[in-house]
């Protein structure tokens, strides 16, 4: 019997996106307190990503993703001075169900 991980066999779709982040860049930099930030998201059609560009002005957030099936993946840390663009993805088959950024 298959795992839980096993993919479905040949039903015509293309492979899924690995769930959770792909992001760049990675930054390495201390926190800092009162985070700053702006942040852009588009969400597909349909809801099986998300795609961030964010820029952290000062301290450090991150963003998130919740997925219909109630799994919730967070990206890297992001601190000050940098651009970042990431995609949370949740399947198929799962959508996104709500996503932002949370300050630490």
Do not use: K
Request: one cysteine or more.
């Amino acid at each position: 019997m298959p795992g839980p991980a096993s993919a479905a066999p040949g039903n015509g779709r293309e492979a899924a996106e690995p769930r959770g982040f792909a992001q760049s860049p990675a930054a390495e930099a201390p926190a800092r307190a009162d985070a700053i930030w702006e942040c852009e998201r588009w969400v597909s059609v349909p809801a099986y990503h998300v795609d961030f560009t964010c820029t952290v002005f000062s301290g450090a957030v991150r963003a998130y993703v919740v997925c219909s099936d109630g799994a919730v993946f967070y990206s890297r840390i992001m601190y000050a001075g940098a651009l970042y663009q990431m995609r949370g993805t949740c399947g198929p088959p799962w959508t996104v169900r709500t996503s932002g950024e949370q300050p630490l």
